[in-house]
Structure formats: C-alpha cells, structure tokens
C-alpha cells in the first residue's frame, strides 16, 4: 500500500502510488513506528521543496524521527500547495526564486523566514487551502501558475490551461469563469518575474490520456 504523503495543488497529502519528480517536507507530521500521518499537516512555517535524490543519498521515506518526506507531482504543484524551494540541495533553484521574489513583489532581497511567513498566510485559510480572485485572465497568467475550478486543479501555460492528475496533465481546456487561484499571489509574481519551475513532462506531451 503506498505511504500518505503524495501532496496535491490543494495541499492535501494523498495515499497515491505515483511519487512524481521533486520531494519536500513541512517539518515532521509522521509516526515512524507506524509510518503513518499525525493529526497536524504541518510543524513548520518552512513548507520546501527538495531533489529526491541529493550528493548520492537517497532518504528512507517516512522511518525515523525527522522530517516527513512529501512528493509533488512537479514544481508547479508544489508552489501551487504553497511551498518554495531549498535553500541546502536546491540552492541555486531557491537563489533565483528569491531574486524573482523580490524583482515580482517590489521588496528587497527577502530572507527565506520572511518568504515563509508570507506563504503561510497565503496558502492557508484556517485549516484549508486558501483560494484567491485571479490576477488576470487565465490566458495572461505566468507559466507555472495553478488555478482551481469545480474541484479540479488547472495548470497555466503558453496562454492555456492544462487540468492536473497525479500522473500528469491532460490536453488543454477552457476554465470557468469562477476559477480561483490556487498558487499563492507573492509566487506569482515571481513567476511573473521569470522564475522557471520544473514541470512534469506529461504537459511537452500534450496530454496524459489518450484521445
């Protein structure tokens, strides 16, 4: 049976057998005993996300007293459930974020304490995931960005928006007119400023399903 740590756009954390291309944590929310989900999703304003694999040393998920590790489908998923990049085993990636950061939210070169308390104010509401009004029509929105509509996650990119699954993106579709944001609003402006993330292939592809 797979492990519950399989994070979605919304921020929930899956039973799903599919582990996608980046790991990440929220401090440590598991038993390792039972390799089993606490009551809290998260014991820590750092929500980051991680190579898989770093220097050689792969992680055994979920057995010992230390950080949960959680998998994200890609990048975009990723910031979309409202983490950021690693400062220790993505430095370079977490750099640019932060110089995006600060370029798309007009503020000076921010710590990453400071990236983190503006994340957990975004991406939660109460114990859900905080939804916001779109910035822009979903056809202006940077590459990267995530929406929700009807209960499904949409990702935009190249003007149009792809639905998201744990397996991949499926072919391009028009959005509702009451489609929300889900990724938060400072990380749009980042990527509005030209930060990059790791995409999962499925979307150069076209499409997940067949026709």
Not at 51 to 60: A, T
Not at 98 to 108: E, L, P
Request: glycine fraction near 10%; include cysteine; hydrophobic fraction near 45%.
């Amino acid at each position: 049976m797979p492990l519950q740590n399989r994070v979605t756009p919304f921020g929930e954390i899956l039973a799903l057998p599919e582990r996608g291309l980046l790991m990440g944590n929220r401090g440590i929310i598991h038993d390792p005993a039972t390799r089993t989900l606490l009551a809290r999703r998260w014991t820590t304003k750092a929500w980051i996300i991680c190579l898989c694999e770093f220097k050689g040393v792969r992680r055994q998920v979920m057995a010992t007293r230390s950080w949960t590790e959680l998998f994200f489908l890609d990048e975009a998923t990723a910031l979309a459930a409202g983490h950021r990049p690693c400062f220790f085993c993505r430095r370079e990636a977490a750099e640019r974020f932060r110089a995006c950061w600060a370029k798309g939210n007009g503020v000076a070169r921010p710590s990453a304490p400071a990236m983190d308390a503006a994340l957990h104010a975004e991406r939660l509401d109460a114990k859900a995931k905080r939804l916001h009004p779109l910035p822009g029509a979903a056809g202006t929105l940077p590459d990267g960005t995530m929406l929700a509509a009807g209960g499904a996650a949409f990702l935009a990119s190249g003007g149009k928006t792809y639905p998201w699954s744990p397996a991949g993106y499926g072919a391009a579709q028009d959005l509702p007119r009451d489609a929300k944001l889900l990724t938060p609003p400072s990380t749009v402006r980042a990527l509005g400023a030209g930060y990059r993330p790791v995409l999962h292939p499925s979307l150069a592809a076209g499409s997940i399903f067949p026709s």
